[in-house]
């Protein structure tokens, strides 16, 4: 399954975004489920930026499964970054 999420990044404050996201990993590793979240981000907001960098490479998950890519980069990796490792960035 993959889950593609078009957005700028830039939540409210005190928005938790990394708990659901970790919450449905967890659950979906249980059920054997493969799962890859793909942030693709809009816009060059610098607090965006970094809550995407945050949930693609600070959280620490027993697989990789969330990564981000810009709208103005590589299709391919907006499309495969999150389940394929040959375009995931680490």
């Not at 078009?6 to 939540?11: D, H, R, S, V």
């Not at 928005?15 to 659901?20: G, L, S, W, Y």
């Not at 659950?27 to 945050?54: N, V």
Request: hydrophobic share 40%; net charge negative.
């Amino acid at each position: 399954m993959s889950i593609y999420i078009l957005t700028n990044g830039a939540w409210q404050a005190g928005e938790d975004v990394a708990t659901p996201i970790l919450s449905r990993v967890k659950q979906l590793m249980e059920t054997k489920t493969e799962c890859g979240i793909q942030f693709i981000q809009f816009g060059t907001d610098p607090q965006g930026l970094s809550q995407l960098q945050h949930l693609d490479k600070e959280l620490r998950l027993l697989m990789k499964s969330v990564d981000t890519e810009p709208s103005t980069g590589n299709v391919w990796k907006m499309i495969l970054g999150s389940i394929d490792e040959f375009f995931r960035s680490d």
